[in-house]
């Protein structure tokens, strides 16, 4: 089993809401990532936790907040995002370099 | 820095032809790639990955095949299918990181 699992699908807030993506994985990963990848281009690294401890974060605005409760969840924290902001989120998971990411949430920042 | 790029936005070919995807990389000390593929909307999918120890490895319809002289890898996929429509990236970490460097993506159609 490879299966990392992001909700929601799909997400659509306004500029002064706060809201949160989730990301599931069961398969003992101990570095877990949130990437950005807007349309047409490559995703674009935000965060890396490794044993549930933040080791890279990619000068992300302090708008996304990232937490990692335990070794199998990891959640992103949004608050007044910008239109810009507007992008798919992907979720990934890796055991030693392997990479394997969610299907992630498709979010749009009205 | 280090870079990993392929060499055409779009590659169209003819149902049931073989399709040959082409990835550079800069950093001669590169030891590691996966090829992914993404369908729209959805998140890349781990296809097939090789070390720099081996020239060549095979999967099922996939091939990936890595020249360390020249930097160079490529994917080749046998008797290509409708489903295989996708854009594919090839990808490896930063030597000693958690940052994996993507290339800019090709886009594979199939035609019928």
């Known amino acids: 089993d490879t299966e990392v699992t992001q909700t929601p699908k799909h997400l659509v807030m306004g500029m002064t809401n706060k809201k949160s993506l989730k990301c599931e994985q069961h398969?003992?990963?101990?570095?877990m990532y949130w990437y950005k990848q807007k349309a047409k281009k490559p995703p674009e690294l935000m965060f890396v936790?490794?044993?549930?401890?933040?080791?890279i974060n990619e000068s992300v605005p302090s708008r996304f907040s990232p937490e990692c409760p335990n070794s199998s969840l990891l959640n992103l924290h949004l608050h007044a995002l910008q239109p810009e902001d507007s992008a798919l989120y992907l979720c990934?998971?890796?055991?030693?370099?392997?990479?394997?990411f969610g299907s992630g949430t498709q979010l749009s920042v009205l | 820095g280090e870079s990993v790029g392929l060499h055409l936005p779009t590659l169209s070919v003819q149902e049931g032809d073989n399709s040959i995807i082409n990835c550079a990389y800069s950093?001669?000390?590169?030891?590691?790639f996966i090829w992914y593929k993404q369908e729209s909307g959805k998140g890349p999918q781990f296809i097939i990955d090789?070390?720099?120890?081996?020239d060549k490895r095979q999967g099922q319809r996939v091939t990936v095949l890595l020249n360390k002289t020249v930097k160079h890898l490529s994917l080749q996929i046998a008797a290509t299918q409708p489903g295989d429509s996708a854009v594919y990236f090839c990808?490896?970490?930063?030597?000693?990181?958690?940052?994996?460097?993507f290339g800019t993506g090709t886009r594979l159609k199939v035609l019928a």
């Open positions: 950093n001669s000390a590169s030891d590691y």
């Open positions: 990934a998971s890796s055991y030693g370099e392997k990479l394997f």
């Open positions: 936790y490794s044993y549930e401890k933040l080791s």
């Open positions: 090789i070390r720099s120890n081996m």
């Open positions: 990808a490896g970490p930063s030597s000693g990181t958690y940052k994996y460097i």
């Open positions: 398969m003992g990963h101990r570095a």
